[in-house]
């Protein structure tokens, strides 16, 4: 996508050097969680924040605009609205996120030619919607922060100053309790690691061509198009029986967008656990909540899948690979999609007192990678927490779910 105004204004690292050479604070990535964790560490009464990121556009979020959120609007609007900092920028963000949110959703209703759209067009709070008006929001709440508390030259020294640069940093050394940043780019008493994920390359089935994952969630990549004036080939063709292996939220949207394509493959679904469903307590609690099935995606699997409408009409095999061999079924297939997780975008070289650090954990309460040093958070390094109703753990990933975490934790510090 195209890099916003914003983003394109900011000095590079690697030609502008900070203004300052020691801070507080180094938060590096800038998507959903950085922005929850520089707006926490500012409400918490940090000082002087060096804040880095390659691109400044809410990162992988921005990979994921047409993608139906499992996320209830108004919880992206608790997202904006909590930070005390943030007071003076969350109205622009939320007014741009409603415009963006109302024009999506009103092409929806008009595509679907419904007439009872009215809690679609942007008024329904209790729906999710598209991850572009998250990822705008997120990005203008960036904007909004940085024209508040951007490095200012001669500032006073008890002024509040966010130093942001875009860039990368690839080498953090702890020695004598100081880091040391991109072997003397600035030094930081702590840092804050938000650097992201992405989806798992594991490589099944090699005898099939593979589709990325970020390109199966978004239906213009998959299938052929037109846009102004020329054809684009698609990554899926009638011809394709496509495979595509998992059951999670990302599994389903994918399975949608090819079942429901013009003149679409045929899909082969492999899978080991049974659909499941978010469930929504009067009390708040939410059964199922990171990894049931939710808003787009639940409404779909249970009118087309639990139905056993696609798999009568013989576009759709589902396999249930813990109870039955799937190589019979492998055989029709020509193209794959995995959706089965994420893993943790490559971090910086990461020494402590000369010594490599190897195998990276974090304490899944408190973030903690070193004690008062080295922390993590967003879905890289998710809190975990027990479901209310099975018992089991999960990992808590979401906006809201980010700025609550890494304010309840670092607000006690």
């Keep these: 996508m195209r890099a916003s105004a ?12 900070l203004d300052v050479r020691h801070v507080n604070d180094l938060v590096v990535g800038a998507g959903p969680a950085g922005y929850a964790v520089v707006s926490s560490l500012l409400d918490a009464g940090s000082q002087a924040i060096a804040w880095i990121d390659p691109e400044f556009q809410s990162g992988r979020l921005a990979s994921y605009l047409d993608v139906p959120s499992n996320t209830k609007a108004k919880l992206f609007e608790t997202y904006a609205t909590t930070p005390d900092c ?26 679907a030619n419904r007439t009872d759209g009215e809690g679609l067009q942007g008024k329904d ?28 030259v001669g500032s006073a020294p008890d ?30 008493d702590r840092v804050f690691l938000a650097t992201g994920s ?19 969630l978004i239906p213009s990549k998959v299938s052929a198009s037109t846009s ?15 495979c595509v292996v998992g059951s999670s939220h990302s599994a389903i949207l994918v399975l949608m967008n090819l079942l429901e394509m013009k003149n679409g493959p045929n899909v082969v679904n492999l899978y080991r656990s049974p659909l499941k469903y978010a469930k929504f307590l009067a009390d708040g609690t939410i059964i199922l909540d990171n990894t049931g099935l939710k808003g787009t995606a639940a409404e779909w699997a249970r009118a087309k899948l639990e139905s056993g409408e696609l798999e009568r009409t013989g576009k759709l095999e589902r396999v249930n690979t813990t109870k039955q061999d799937p190589a019979e079924a492998l055989s029709n297939c020509s193209k794959l999609v995995t959706a089965v997780g994420f893993e943790r975008n490559a971090l910086p070289d990461i020494t402590v007192n000369g010594e490599q650090l190897h195998d990276i954990q974090h304490d899944k309460h408190t973030g903690t990678i ?35 975490f890494a304010r309840r934790v670092l607000q006690k510090q």
């Design 125 to 152: 709070p209790e729906r999710g919607c598209q991850l572009g008006a998250a990822q705008q929001m997120v990005v203008k709440l960036s904007e909004s922060l940085h024209q508040h508390h951007a490095d200012k």
């Design 159 to 188: 002024d509040v100053q966010v130093n942001i640069r875009r860039g990368i940093v690839d080498s953090l050394a702890l020695q004598h309790g100081v880091w040391d940043v991109n072997h003397g780019v600035v030094t930081a």
């Design 198 to 216: 992405h989806p798992k390359d594991e490589q099944l089935y090699p005898q099939l061509t593979t589709v990325a994952l970020d390109d199966a």
């Design 228 to 242: 102004s004036g020329r054809s684009y080939a698609g990554q899926v063709t009638s011809d394709d029986t496509v």
């Design 370 to 404: 070193i004690p008062d040093r080295l922390y993590g958070f967003g879905i890289a390094f998710p809190e975990e927490i027990i479901d209310a109703e099975f018992g089991h753990k999960e990992p808590n990933v979401g906006l809201w779910k980010f700025m609550r």
């Design 86 to 111: 943030a007071s003076y920028g969350s109205e622009a963000a939320l007014e741009g996120f409603k415009v963006r949110w109302k024009a999506i959703q009103s092409v929806a209703v008009n595509k």
């Design 6 to 17: 914003f983003a394109q204004a900011l000095p590079a690292l690697a030609e502008v050097p």
